[in-house]
């Protein structure tokens, strides 16, 4: 006999297709502007400000992969597209011949100076001054649980610069 199956009340209905709105519309409207920019998605720029933000503009591809929550094989082909315009290249690693460093060039670097601006202009306009200071506080702590149970180990939960921190 199967389990007995627990709909979503209303507010959890409405919570839930709220949520699964958002997930569809904004980072579609977030890649659109993008493309429009400079012709790169939201990840291709998230891939980029992730190295833009370490010290050396480098991070092995498993660290970048798990910065990005993408898979080695995504960010594998990513890292290519982004060689070819000369933002990012992939070396081996000097300590580990297995290992694979993506580093962000001065082309990416000066890429991301000049999108920089503009892509935390659209996340504003587009979700956060919709937000009062309460709400953000919600998001932050609402993302934080969710992304406890999908992977508790992820780098955001520990990345003391990030709302997500405990």
Avoid: C
Wanted: no cysteine; net charge negative.
């Amino acid at each position: 006999m199967g389990e007995q199956v627990v709909w979503l009340s209303a507010e959890e209905r409405k919570a839930w297709l709220g949520l699964n709105t958002m997930m569809s519309l904004l980072p579609a409207a977030l890649d659109s502007d993008l493309q429009g920019l400079e012709g790169i998605t939201l990840f291709d720029y998230h891939m980029l400000a992730m190295l833009s933000e370490t010290p050396d503009r480098e991070l092995t591809m498993t660290d970048l992969a798990a910065r990005t929550s993408a898979s080695l094989s995504r960010l594998s082909h990513v890292v290519k597209k982004l060689e070819k315009r000369g933002w990012v290249v992939r070396a081996q690693s000097a300590g580990d011949a297995r290992v694979k460093i993506a580093s962000l060039t001065k082309e990416g670097w000066d890429a991301v100076v000049k999108m920089a601006p503009h892509h935390v202009s659209t996340v504003r306009a587009l979700l956060l001054e919709t937000l009062d200071d309460k709400d953000v506080k919600d998001l932050a702590r609402i993302s934080r649980k969710v992304v406890k149970v999908l992977d508790a180990d992820h780098w955001v939960l520990a990345d003391s610069t990030s709302d997500l921190a405990p």
